[in-house]
């Protein structure tokens, strides 16, 4: 995944949380059940529909539903993978932020525990309050971009434990070498 330079140790791996997972899927659950839920309340409310299929119209409808059944199951999949995938790996000289953004395509970006600025942990609603779940950003000094993960577990302790792991590499000295 990322190569470790000499004496850099992974310290911790922030995920996002199982209900940002959950919170997807049941919106596609939804969606598959949807035809289904249409012709419950059609009968529930004694609505006449009168709609034969007959040959090649069952062929056009097979195929159709067929086509939204693959929709939905690649769609199952692009959030699973979203999820497993889209994490923030902290050593103890940096930060690595991974983010999947579909199949094919990833972000990855790293700086050092010393660019660090700023570390705002958001926890918004009573969902997110009570399964302890929200919204890290972290700032950085430079031209570089901010880290901005949502749905992440424990917010206000990954804060604090980037809080504390920033102050004692600020209190190490820096040993650099030469090379001659």
Known sequence: MIKLVQDEKILFIARKHWFVFVKEALVLFFLLCAPFL???????????????????MMILFVFLSSIFLLFIWVS???????YCL????????????????????????TFRLENIQDITAESN?????F????????????????????????????????????????EEPMIVKIAQ
Do not use: C
């Open 38 to 56: 249409i012709i419950l309340v059609f009968k529930f409310l004694n609505i006449k529909y009168d709609i034969k299929i007959h040959g090649d």
């Open 131 to 170: 399964l302890e779940f929200g919204i890290i950003h972290i700032q950085t000094a430079g031209e570089d971009r901010d880290f901005i993960m949502h749905g992440v577990s424990k917010p206000f302790e990954l804060k604090n434990f980037i809080s504390q792991l920033q102050d004692t590499a600020a």
């Open 86 to 109: 889209d994490i923030l790996i902290i050593t103890n000289m940096r930060i690595v932020e991974v983010e999947q953004k579909g199949f094919f395509s990833r972000e990855l970006s």
């Open 125 to 129: 609603g009573i969902i997110q309050t």
């Open 76 to 82: 199952v999949f692009i959030v699973w993978t979203d």
